[in-house]
């Protein structure tokens, strides 16, 4: 277990309480109003599957920071190696005197990611600054402008990951004009495509061949730099796309020398049950972005992919002040340890069976759930207006808000807003999991809509 902290929901007070009430008001005098916050409740201490307030509220983690403390919070092996490297040094700046810690997280992502071709890395801060590098590199490599990426993207808040992500509120509403050279071609939405025709949701090639043509027609492969996509969409709705989908864009970029890009920012380092979700379908992306769930909680970012196209960039194109930061490192290196030392693959199976089996027998009494999906330690509801297809949004606002004041951390997501996401720590008991599980459905049984 990841700390000491006892594992136990547990509300000493209304939600939110006095302490963390008091706090917000000081948050919301001194902190821009730009920063909003999912619950008002002010964090002091989170191991395991719960996360402890200032006023001794104790609330079922299933959020992990969104998804990013996969191997739970403060994670003993993450702790130490932490520990002993704020001892030795904070930062020299990797691009004036290096240290091994980078050097041994690139062999460690050369080594876990797709494919058993020459590999190599380069480490940044965030996930959003690690898209903007994968695209550099990509542009470096091929010569080429222009990048596709898919509706409902996400892929960051910084002016050109602003213009990849789809989704205008509330991620790019008044703050353009945005980078250029960027298309968007349409997804396989399983959920939604059945909608349409039965036989196109299940079929990813037919998915990938509509997506293929507007890229064809709309940009063209001599222009394409690189196509980026998320093999299972995070902040869009966790939509996984048909079988096929995926196989067939690598493919396409691959003969029509197109660098394929995996954002796997939210979907890496075992939170689906692989440790990335390209590995579910075989897919080897040209190049691979991760952030998130890569160092336990310490901000770090990558990109990985084959040598050849890594090594475009002249030297010093690449880099930052604080990319790769020793501290950030040694938690990067405590993580994979621990992935690997405690069957967190396996584990995050173990996770999904226990998720899709609760909720799919909630969708059996519920026709607000119009779908059930993702994969590992990442599954989502989509909910709807009883009997139709409609999304509704406010639904999933009640819910989660209900839900937070029952002691339980749940996201919502999507581009209409109504998906509510299960994103557990790993590190999170069956107890705990079931549990937040029963609130979720006694919730959905009290919210009318
Ligand atoms: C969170 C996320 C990003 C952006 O990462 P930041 O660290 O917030 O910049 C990019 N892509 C995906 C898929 C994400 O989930």
Redesign the pocket.
Known sequence: MASSLEQRRHLATEIPGPRSTELMARKNSAVASGIGVTMPVFAVEAGGGIVQDVDGNSFIDLGSG??VTTIGNSAPRVVEAVRQQVEAFTHTCFMITPYEGYVAVAEALNRLTPGDHEKKSALF???????ENAIKIARAHTGKQAVVVFDH??????NL?MAMTAKSMPYKSGFGPFAPEVYRAPLSYPYRDALLSKEGAVDGELAARRAIDVIEKQVGAGNLAAIVI?PI???GGFIVPADGFLPALSAWCTANGVVFVA?????GFARTGAMFACDHEGVVPDLI?T??GIAGGL?L?AVTGRAEIMDASHVSGLGGTYGGNPIACAAALATIETIEAEGLLERAQEVERVLLDGLHRLQADDDRIGDVRGRGAMIAVELVRSGTDEPDADLARAVAASAHRAGVIVLTCGTYGNVLRLLPPLAISNELLIEGLDILTRTFSEVQS
């Open positions: 969104i998804a801060n965030s996930g959003a600054e690690a898209v993207a996400y892929h960051g808040r910084t990951t998320e969409q995070g902040e954002d796997e920012v939210q979907t972005v952030a998130k901000p970012s």
